[in-house]
């Protein structure tokens, strides 16, 4: 396969998956086999918002149908980095003064999710611009949709999110415990990467899978967006992008917490029995942990209440799907899904997703911000349910 048609968005060409071997192409199994062609334009997205300011990151959806969105500090002048879409424009949330950059307030947000309970939480980096974040400063704040007020803010200690972590995205499993356990991913392009698991009674935290190999990136791992290479290049030099653990899922039974780096093509899961239990080892943690194959560049993951994961792939403006037995299939590429982001399946069976031009930003094109305005929010009709684990 040549890197000519890697791209849907450039030349409209067959979506397919490739591997950490470029010149192969895999299907979740692991197997070295061709994946079946989809068409360039594949899958029926609706467009359900448009911003013409900061860049979007994260996107979740109420069981009501509320939507909200996150706007991380990365360098776009942000009034507000979490906000509800209402009536055709976005309003901060849940208030204005709660998006005050401040040890109390929201400092740069990367994710938000509804959990199984129908609340809010927020997932606070702490790092504006990627700066070290302060102690105590990455924060999991969840705030109850029927008061729109904060009811548990939980800041994170030095050991669990460390001076270069960068916590990128959560997912929750409420039967766990007296309230529940959160696991988010580390994706700290310094590293060392991990997996951060919360119990939401308590308000501990502890780190697993740290620096483990299935959270870091892979080492000369390079993608193709758009028909070139993506590195970052700034100041006359070019280095490969370094992100570990980023896209997470949790299964429909609550048995497998599925993750990938964002610098990788391949698809891991871990015991979440092993990852709550505090008596285990991180050794013994690690051999819990499953390489499921290759499965294309993603972002975003998520689940649903069948047992199928959802992929996002930013190197061919696609979306698939992966079936409890590993097969892969193709359930959108279009030209307007220029990087797929975040994922979330709500309850109106409705895959609804980010895209928002990440790879455009000025650190990967010497210092020139390719981005167009407006980025854009679609959702896709999947006929499933989401993870419901409470």
């Known amino acids: 396969m040549t890197r000519a048609i890697f791209s849907c968005a450039i030349l409209f060409a067959p979506c397919l998956l490739l591997a950490d071997d470029p010149s192969k192409t895999t299907v979740g199994s692991g197997k070295k086999e061709p994946l079946p062609e989809a068409k360039s334009r594949l899958g029926k997205l609706e467009l359900v918002a448009t911003f013409s300011g900061p860049m979007p990151t994260g996107i979740t959806v109420s069981h009501e149908g509320r939507i909200f969105v996150n706007f991380p500090r990365w360098g776009d002048k942000v009034a507000f980095t979490v906000g509800e879409w209402k009536d055709g424009k976005t309003v901060a949330y849940p208030s204005v003064d709660m998006n005050e950059p401040t040890m109390k307030g929201l400092i740069s947000v990367q994710s938000v999710v509804v959990d199984p309970l129908n609340r809010l939480w927020i997932l606070d980096t702490a790092s504006p611009e ?44 409420l039967r766990r415990g007296k309230a529940g356990m959160a696991f988010i991913t580390d994706s700290s392009e310094q590293g060392p990467n991990g997996i951060i698991v919360v119990d939401l009674a308590s308000g501990k935290s502890w780190r697993r899978l740290n620096d483990h190999s299935s959270v870091r990136p892979v080492q000369g791992f390079v993608p193709f967006v758009e028909g070139r290479p993506l590195k970052k290049r700034d100041k006359g030099e070019e280095k490969n992008l370094q992100l570990g653990s980023d896209g997470i899922a949790i299964s429909h039974d609550g048995k497998k917490l599925y993750y990938c780096p964002l610098s990788s093509r391949r698809l891991y899961c871990v015991s979440v029995d092993a990852l709550v239990d505090e008596k285990m080892s991180d050794e013994e943690v690690g051999k819990t942990v499953e390489d499921l194959g290759e499965k294309g560049a993603s972002d975003g993951l998520e689940s649903d209440a069948e047992g199928r994961v959802y992929l996002t792939d930013y190197e061919n403006n696609a979306i698939h799907r992966r079936d409890k037995d590993g097969k892969i299939e193709t359930l959108a590429c279009d030209p307007r899904m220029l990087w797929p982001d975040t994922l979330s399946l709500a309850t109106d069976g409705y895959l609804y997703f980010t895209a928002n031009q990440l790879h455009r930003q000025a650190p990967y094109h010497h210092g020139k911000d390719l981005r167009e305005r407006p980025y854009s929010v679609f959702r896709l009709k999947v006929e499933a349910k989401p993870v419901l684990l409470k």
Request: net charge positive; no cysteine.
């Open 130 to 173: 990627f700066k070290s974040p302060p102690e105590n400063g990455p924060k999991l704040v969840g705030v109850d949709l029927k008061s729109d007020k904060v009811f548990k803010t939980i800041a994170f200690p030095r050991a669990v999110a460390h001076e270069h972590s960068y916590v990128n995205d959560v997912r929750f499993d």
